[in-house]
């Protein structure tokens, strides 16, 4: 048995002098310091197949259009930042705009003059489209109210004042007693307002998601939702009647011929239906607690006609509250007034001016509910860009999978597949994943990653409810705002990754409270690693949605504590994310005893120690959660599962550092679990052991040598 213990010995250190506790960290650390132009090859290196620096959908667009110009972005590094924009004006580009803190322009040029820019500036840049960006919730719907994303977190604390969480979006309007005040920072990079606005409303849903005050409901709600009907479909809205009111519906549209029906189910299969031919229309019905479906569609129509509606409740909530209402806000508005559609240019125009003021401002986390339609390289490398700097970046993952089915991954574009980002997918309110949500896979060339990271609530197209935020008082998509102080509601990863967003908030603010913030890519990746190690999965406990329309979704797969494609590591549980971020860890002999179930399914600690462990589990029930140990260095912050059990069991190992210990629920019901840990031995003794062992075994080596050599010298002479 000794002889067992010392073998293990040598060979943990062997491992450990292989793999330092910090080499993974030292790994990401080099990478932070790479230039722009070396950071692309990771992500889309197999997307430039004649190694020209110019990308093949860029390539691919030029050969199909016969425009005469071309809206182009540009990396290449600080020292040659300047050189490249003087080559830019000789050869005549016009709009140049040069991003220096980033190392990226933004130009347009003659089709005739890229090939001649290519050969001047070959290997000094990377050149790809300017492609469009949209926001990650359905533009056709809006609307209605659950306040589900806040009733579970039970996270006793409202965040720091002197915290700042950034939001690149439509905008924000602050003419509203959520928002008020709330902004530190604006920055209209379209150059239409001076002033916080938002004329299309999501922008404001997702900042008062991640921090609305505190605020008594003094009146019933209104939501409101509008979109286009006609030749369109829509999607079902779902609303959670909480008790039995009269409600009051509210339909208006821009087209005076057209007919709307309004068709509302509710969950105990009653149904009502309505026929809108004079506007506004007012109809008013009491429904009983539970949840209602509303449909609208047009009668007799030949194209898409935009719509209103509003729906008035005659029993006020008790209050509403955003995630971490203490936190400030600054937000860079990059859509144009009802275009719900922008470029890259000013994605990357706005985290070009960010980060001029993230240190003023304490900025910590930044807000990105928006997505591509194809990969763009250089918003991944800004996004990393920010990381590197100490920024945690929440990305939605995209509502393309609907669009895409099941037969093709990777459908999350940029900035959602950039590396150091916190992409999130979404979940219904039963802890199902959401139909909608696009489905990841494996990214990056040389070093590779899986996306998404993390899952959370953003609304169900089948199950529950849509999520509430509140509305834009500066209008209603092209129509005049009637209604002030009122809510509207999505459904999409936009509103996923704002929920993320708000926990973070949390944990850093109480981070920065307690010892300020480093500002570094070693700390911002391992509040990633805490918060995806945290997350529990929902294969077995959720209610997924699985068919919509024609469309078939899996569940997500039950990896035992690895990502996978769809919920990455699963549903993240804020209130023990908090616990474990914000504590110091364990360095001491521990046991705990707990019971995990549907309302605590996670427990973890952060085991900070460079000894030779053994960890013991005893759980009264199997294969019902998992017992994971992580690593929490990692390339890309997503933590490294090291070793994980659904059952009793025990095991030794050599700790790197930080290790995460995570018990996590898998299947509904409860268990009882009994934590041993025990240090056995510290790395340094362990390292004199092995030295010893190793001295004595070369001796031994030595010493047999020896008798083989006098052996074979006394045959030689008896011969």
Same mark, same amino acid.
């Given at each position: 048995m000794q002889s067992n213990f010392f073998v293990l010995s040598l060979l943990l250190l062997s491992l450990s002098l292989a793999f330092p506790p910090q080499h993974l960290a030292e790994v990401a650390r080099k990478t932070s310091i790479a230039d722009s132009i070396h950071l692309y090859r990771n992500y889309f290196f197999a997307k430039d197949k004649n190694r020209n620096n110019i990308s093949d959908t860029l390539e691919l667009s030029l050969s199909n259009t016969k425009k005469s110009f071309v809206d182009i972005l540009l990396a290449t590094t600080r020292r040659t930042l300047r050189r490249v924009?003087? !080559?830019?004006? =000789?050869? =005549?580009?016009? =709009?140049?705009?040069?991003?220096?803190?980033?190392?990226?322009?933004?130009? $347009?040029?003659?089709?005739?003059?890229?090939?001649?820019?290519?050969?001047?500036?070959?290997?000094k840049v990377w050149i790809e489209e300017n492609i469009k960006v949209f926001p990650t919730a359905n533009k056709a719907v809006f609307s209605l109210p659950s306040l589900f994303p806040y009733d579970h977190i039970n996270i006793r604390y409202n965040g720091s004042r002197a915290l700042t969480v950034g939001i690149i979006d439509t905008g924000i309007c602050v003419n509203n007693p959520w928002l008020a005040d709330k902004v530190v920072y604006f920055n209209d990079v379209t150059g239409e307002l001076r002033a916080p606005g938002d004329w299309i409303g999501h922008g404001t849903m997702i900042a008062s998601i991640i921090a609305a005050r505190r605020i008594s409901l003094e009146t019933p709600q209104i939501l409101v939702h509008w979109g286009k009907i006609g030749l369109s479909e829509q999607y079902p809205i &779902?609303?959670? $009647?909480?008790?039995?009111?009269?409600?009051?519906?509210?339909?208006?549209?821009?087209?005076?011929?057209?007919? !709307?029906?309004?068709?509302?189910?509710?969950?105990?299969?009653?149904?009502?239906?309505?026929?809108?031919?004079?506007?506004?229309?007012?109809?008013?019905?009491?429904?009983?607690?539970?949840?209602?479906?509303?449909?609208?569609?047009?009668?007799?129509?030949?194209?898409?006609?935009?719509?209103?509606?509003?729906?008035?409740?005659?029993?006020?909530?008790?209050?509403?509250?955003?995630?971490?209402?203490?936190?400030?806000?600054?937000?860079?508005?990059?859509f144009r007034?009802?275009?719900?559609?922008?470029?890259?240019?000013?994605?990357?125009?706005?985290?070009?001016?960010?980060?001029?003021?993230?240190?003023?401002?304490?900025?910590?986390?930044?807000?990105?509910?928006? &997505?591509?339609?194809?990969?763009?390289?250089?918003?991944?490398?800004?996004?990393?860009?920010?990381?590197?700097?100490?920024?945690?970046?929440?990305?939605?993952?995209?509502?393309?999978?609907?669009?895409?089915?099941?037969?093709?991954?990777?459908? !999350?574009k940029s900035p959602g597949s950039a590396k150091y980002a916190?992409? $999130?997918?979404?979940?219904?309110?039963?802890?199902?994943?959401?139909?909608? &949500?696009?489905?990841?896979?494996?990214?990056?060339?040389?070093?590779?990653? !899986?996306?998404?990271?993390?899952?959370?609530?953003?609304?169900?197209?089948?199950?529950?409810?849509?999520?509430?935020?509140?509305?834009?008082d500066d209008s209603d998509f092209?129509?005049?705002?009637?209604?002030?102080?009122?809510?509207?509601?999505?459904?999409?990863?936009?509103?996923?990754?704002?929920?993320?967003?708000?926990?973070?908030?949390?944990?850093?603010?109480?981070?920065?409270?307690?010892?300020?913030?480093?500002?570094?890519?070693?700390?911002?990746?391992?509040?990633?690693?805490i918060l995806l190690g945290s997350a529990f999965e929902t294969?077995?406990?959720?209610?997924?949605?699985?068919?919509?329309?024609?469309?078939?979704?899996?569940?997500?797969?039950?990896?035992?504590?690895?990502?996978?494609?769809?919920?990455?590591?699963?549903?993240?549980?804020?209130?023990?994310?908090?616990?474990?971020?914000?504590?110091q860890g364990i360095t001491v002999d521990t046991e705990i005893e707990i019971n995990l179930n549907s309302d605590y399914p996670v427990f973890g600690l952060v085991l900070r120690s460079d000894s030779l462990i053994r960890i013991s589990v005893k759980m009264n029930r199997v294969d019902v959660a998992d017992l994971v140990i992580y690593d929490l260095a990692s390339t890309d912050g997503s933590p490294l599962r090291y070793w994980s059990t659904s059952s009793s069991n025990s095991k030794i190992f050599l700790s790197s550092g930080n290790m995460l210990v995570v018990i996590k629920l898998y299947r509904s019901g409860e268990v009882h679990v009994e934590l041993t840990i025990r240090i056995l031995a510290g790395r340094e003794s362990i390292v004199a052991i092995t030295i010893g062992m190793a001295t004595i075994v070369w001796i031994l080596v030595a010493y047999l040598l020896y008798l083989i050599a006098k052996r074979i010298v006394r045959l030689i002479k008896g011969r």
């Open positions: 924009e003087v !080559i830019l004006k =000789k050869l =005549k580009a016009s =709009k140049i705009e040069v991003f220096p803190h980033i190392n990226m322009i933004h130009t $347009v040029i003659r089709r005739t003059k890229l090939i001649q820019a290519l050969n001047i500036l070959a290997h &779902s609303i959670l $009647v909480r008790e039995t009111q009269k409600i009051g519906f509210r339909v208006d549209t821009r087209n005076p011929d057209g007919t !709307i029906l309004l068709r509302i189910i509710h969950e105990n299969m009653s149904a009502y239906e309505v026929k809108c031919d004079t506007f506004p229309f007012w109809y008013n019905i009491t429904l009983s607690k539970g949840y209602i479906k509303v449909y609208i569609r047009a009668e007799n129509v030949s194209t898409d006609f935009p719509y209103i509606l509003h729906i008035l409740f005659s029993k006020s909530e008790a209050y509403w509250s955003g995630i971490a209402p203490n936190v400030k806000l600054a937000v860079w508005k990059v007034e009802a275009e719900y559609e922008t470029d890259v240019a000013k994605i990357l125009r706005a985290i070009d001016d960010l980060l001029g003021v993230y240190k003023q401002l304490n900025l910590t986390i930044l807000n990105l509910s928006i &997505s591509t339609d194809k990969e763009s390289a250089l918003l991944s490398v800004a996004v990393d860009q920010l990381v590197q700097r100490g920024i945690l970046v929440v990305v939605a993952a995209g509502n393309d999978y609907m669009k895409h089915g099941a037969e093709k991954q990777n459908q !999350i916190i992409t $999130v997918a979404a979940l219904n309110e039963m802890h199902g994943l959401a139909i909608y &949500s696009s489905r990841g896979g494996i990214y990056g060339e040389y070093l590779e990653y !899986i996306k998404p990271d993390i899952s959370a609530f953003g609304g169900g197209l089948i199950y529950g409810s849509w999520i509430m935020a509140v509305d834009s092209i129509f005049n705002d009637v209604f002030r102080n009122d809510f509207s509601l999505g459904v999409g990863t936009s509103f996923a990754s704002a929920y993320v967003s708000g926990i973070l908030a949390l944990i850093v603010s109480k981070i920065f409270e307690a010892k300020g913030w480093d500002w570094s890519l070693e700390q911002a990746l391992y509040i990633k690693a294969a077995l406990i959720g209610t997924h949605e699985t068919s919509f329309r024609g469309i078939q979704r899996l569940p997500p797969p039950l990896s035992h504590g690895e990502k996978d494609y769809d919920e990455g590591f699963g549903e993240i549980f804020p209130l023990e994310a908090f616990r474990i971020a914000t504590q």
